[in-house]
């Protein structure tokens, strides 16, 4: 199994709604990141969360890092077709901050 | 300006050729990386350099050989291509700041089949 499992595997919203992806890991977290993937393109950092619990927001994104559960969910509100892409969450689980692992991402797709 | 450039965006060869892909960052950074994405989009690092030294190996045949000849570019070389290479391949460069944060600068990847 993975050490980090993001859900759902995809998602199809209309636009204007709210949705959530979440992100477990099976390991205890250091560091927390959440990135964007726009097809043929590379990854756009979005946000990183830290050790102990956190949360963060940049326009219509929250993510939130629960230590209890080593669990991140990635928030938007108001979805937009600029929202659309692969989210991709990856975690640091050796405290050094140079090897992240990534989840297996979520596909996400915004309705007109 | 472009932060993390790769060369080429794609690449179509056949099996048992060798090749390079380039990477060249211009943000001053000191780490660099080299990542694989699979047809599922499963990302997973292959190499990590930090002011030229590798720092992360992981478990990748050893086909695969990176070079940094200076630390803005890590470059990729791959001998004897296979099929399973086929892939998107995608380098990253960051500067350490403590408190492992760690923020990433992707390329554009480069796409590589194998025929």
């Known amino acids: 199994s993975q050490e980090l499992e993001q859900s759902p595997q995809s998602l199809i919203v209309q636009e204007g709604k709210n949705l959530t992806i979440n992100c477990t890991s099976s390991?205890?977290?250091?560091?927390l990141y959440w990135y964007k993937q726009k097809y043929g393109e590379g990854l756009i950092f979005l946000m990183m969360l830290q050790k102990g619990g956190e949360e963060k927001s940049h326009e219509k994104i929250t993510a939130k890092l629960d230590e209890k559960k080593q669990q991140s969910s990635l928030h938007i509100t108001a979805s937009q077709p600029s929202h659309a892409g692969i989210y991709l969450c990856?975690?640091?689980?050796?405290?050094?901050?140079?090897?992240?692992?990534f989840g297996t991402g979520t596909q996400l797709k915004v309705e007109l | 300006d472009t932060a993390v450039s790769q060369t080429p965006k794609y690449l179509v060869t056949q099996m048992g050729n060798d090749k390079s892909i380039k990477c060249e960052q211009n943000l001053g950074h000191d780490t660099m990386y080299w990542y694989k994405q699979d047809s599922k989009k499963f990302l997973k690092i292959m190499f990590s350099?930090?002011?030229?030294?590798?720092?992360i190996n992981e478990t990748v045949p050893n086909r695969f050989s990176p070079k940094s000849p200076d630390k803005a570019h890590l470059n990729l070389h791959i001998n004897s291509l296979e099929l399973g290479d086929s892939a998107v391949y995608f380098c990253a460069s960051s500067q350490e700041r403590g408190l492992s944060y760690n923020e990433q600068f992707f390329g554009p990847g480069t796409r590589l089949t194998v025929l």
């Open positions: 390991k205890t977290l250091y560091g």
């Open positions: 350099y930090n002011n030229k030294e590798l720092i």
């Open positions: 990856g975690a640091d689980f050796t405290g050094g901050g140079n090897k992240l692992t």
